[in-house]
């Protein structure tokens, strides 16, 4: 070691000005500033923390060991000068330690293998880690930072399960995409918009083999006291092109899938991927992983399987996209890709997949998944891919209810069960109408329920494939009022959906009325002239496609008479 050293008993510190390591050099308690040039071709042990500085070079070919945090405010900081040369190890028993600084901090290789599994690494900037990335011990946090893998070497994860080292427990050691109070981040992703690739962890050239992204939501253990768990991905790129990934996961449920005290049937991992590729299009395998939970070791207060009630043997992994309409989802698996893991032991690794050949589209196609968004784990249950059946209505007909519905690409379609419920839960069927399969885009259907009750109607449609396998819609309301205002007319549906409603009236004296819609302030934002025969009749009406959500007045006038009500606008 040759270095020109000060050390600072007031501030108990030592300042490198230039230091050429060859050998092996111990710094134990001291903090170690930068201001110089710092080469490293042997070993150096760091026991409390670097800074390096604004006007430092550093250049690390041999093995850095690091017990403490690391500040780098060096822009010209490089990786090394061989492509495997160069190691940053964090180790020891410090936590939390944090990777800060004005400038990102990459290294050729990084090791993580602190004293304990649940030691952290916070960051609080961009790490790169170049050739090859080996997780042993303890959790790196992300924040609203990138961890980038190039992928030129080998990434190593402890356990002995799929794409895993074989050293340790699963659990051991995983990069979390969260804050340093274990608050997942979410880069602007939401149930309407796509993570900005700007957070998370970052595989860059993935390629046609497994690749295992070691991530998780959090390093909060699932259970208080229990161990800290991760949420892994596997991608298989078959695209042709090597692609990168940058993944965030996310606790939570990916909607239209909550089985307990609502109107779906199917219980979910109340865990999100969201992923965003650097090709607008891919052709790729999925898998999504998670731990094995049980109702009696785990009470509902844990925050990853929706317990109790979640089917271990049937696990399907399901995407969607980033569109409100048909509740979204394009992928659910089906056939060989519904995976049985009802043999795996509690507290094991397992996963749901979706496999080029296996698992069709919406559309059909079982080319894989070929658009990346936001993804989860399910039981099948209530999801169907509903651009397969879509624009799911139920209308009043004087006084039956018309249930329609649209199915786009018919495969392997049997029939349709038209079913409906009092309380959006108990469902019964009304009756069944063929499947057509006559190779058509778009096929339309309806079915008349003829003896609606009384209130409030639900109505889903189970959709019966070739193999009896079945799956639902989303859920439709219409309320059935039986009684007119004191005017002699009523509104219907209220609150009113995609702005059509239809007005009817009843024991009025028969003439041209005019019916005139206000805001509540006072503002008229539609005016129409009908001709009632008398009698009960019905009259279809349309809002201008600008009229806002909220509350309106709707009055019905001619020479001697006035009426008002008032509804909901959706």
């Known amino acids: 070691m040759q270095a020109i050293l000060f050390f600072s008993k007031t501030y108990r510190r030592l300042l490198l000005v230039a230091a050429f390591s060859a050998g092996s050099l111990n710094m134990l308690p001291a903090q170690v500033y930068n201001r110089g040039n710092m080469y490293i071709s042997g070993n150096v042990y760091v026991m409390g923390n670097i800074q390096n500085a604004n006007v430092a070079n550093y250049l690390n070919n041999g093995n850095f060991y690091l017990d403490g945090s690391f500040t780098n405010d060096q822009a010209a900081m490089v990786y090394g000068t061989g492509t495997s040369s160069g190691t940053l190890i964090l180790r020891g028993s410090t936590t939390p330690v944090s990777l800060t600084g004005t400038q990102p901090i990459r290294q050729n290789n990084l090791t993580l293998n602190k004293t304990t599994t649940t030691s952290l690494v916070n960051m609080g900037v961009s790490v790169?880690?170049?050739?090859?990335?080996?997780?042993?011990?303890?959790?790196?946090?992300?924040?609203?930072?990138?961890?980038?893998?190039?992928?030129?070497?080998?990434?190593?994860?402890?356990?002995?399960?799929?794409?895993?080292?074989?050293?340790?427990?699963?659990?051991?050691?995983?990069?979390?995409?969260?804050?340093?109070?274990?608050?997942?981040?979410?880069?602007?992703?939401?149930?309407?918009?796509?993570?900005?690739?700007?957070?998370?962890?970052?595989?860059?050239?993935?390629?046609?083999?497994?690749?295992?992204?070691?991530?998780?939501?959090?390093?909060?253990?699932?259970?208080?006291?229990?161990?800290?768990?991760?949420?892994?991905?596997?991608?298989?790129?078959?695209?042709?092109?090597?692609?990168?990934?940058?993944?965030?996961?996310?606790?939570?449920?990916?909607?239209?899938?909550?089985?307990?005290?609502?109107?779906?049937t199917t219980y979910h991992v109340n865990r999100i991927w969201y992923v965003k590729s650097s090709v607008v299009n891919g052709r790729a395998n999925m898998r999504l992983f998670f731990t094995k939970r049980t109702t009696g070791s785990y009470p509902s207060t844990q925050n990853e399987v929706e317990l109790p009630g979640f089917d271990y043997s049937i696990c399907a992994l399901v995407e969607k996209n980033y569109e409100p309409l048909n509740n979204g989802f394009i992928r659910l698996s089906s056939g060989a890709d519904l995976i049985n893991n009802i043999g795996a032991g509690t507290e094991t690794e397992i996963y749901g997949q979706y496999t080029i050949g296996v698992s069709p589209d919406a559309g059909g196609a079982t080319g894989g998944i070929d658009t990346f968004y936001r993804f989860s784990v399910v039981n099948p249950g209530s999801i169907i891919l509903p651009v397969t059946v879509t624009d799911l209505k139920a209308a009043l007909n004087g006084t039956k209810v018309e249930v329609t519905w649209t199915s786009l690409d018919e495969v392997n379609i049997d029939r349709y069960t038209v079913e409906r419920a009092a309380d959006a839960v108990h469902f019964n069927p009304l009756g069944d109408v063929k499947a057509r399969n006559n190779g058509q885009q778009e096929n339309k259907y309806a079915f008349t329920d003829a003896a609606p009750r009384p209130g409030a109607n639900y109505y889903r449609v189970k959709v019966w494939d070739n193999s009896g396998r079945s799956n639902y819609t989303n859920v439709v309301k219409i309320n059935i009022d039986n009684s007119f205002n004191n005017s002699g007319f009523r509104i219907f549906p209220n609150p009113v959906r995609q702005k059509q409603f239809t007005l009817q009236m009843q024991k009025l004296d028969a003439g041209k009325y005019t019916v005139i819609v206000t805001a509540i302030n006072g503002q008229r934002v539609m005016e129409t002239t009908i001709d009632y025969a008398g009698g009960l009749q019905n009259f279809s009406l349309k809002l201008p496609a600008g009229t806002a959500a909220g509350t309106y007045h709707i009055l019905l006038r001619n020479g001697n008479y006035n009426g008002k009500t008032m509804v909901v606008v959706e």
């Open 128 to 264: 790169t880690a170049r050739n090859n990335l080996t997780l042993q011990r303890g959790i790196i946090t992300t924040g609203t930072n990138l961890f980038t893998y190039e992928n030129i070497g080998t990434i190593s994860m402890p356990g002995t399960g799929l794409g895993q080292s074989g050293s340790g427990a699963y659990t051991d050691s995983y990069i979390a995409t969260c804050d340093a109070a274990g608050t997942p981040v979410t880069d602007g992703a939401s149930a309407t918009t796509p993570n900005a690739g700007t957070q998370g962890f970052k595989m860059l050239n993935v390629t046609a083999v497994n690749t295992y992204f070691p991530i998780g939501a959090t390093y909060i253990p699932v259970l208080t006291g229990g161990t800290p768990s991760p949420n892994r991905m596997m991608i298989n790129n078959q695209y042709g092109t090597p692609t990168d990934y940058t993944v965030i996961v996310n606790i939570g449920d990916i909607g239209k899938t909550v089985a307990t005290g609502g109107i779906y």
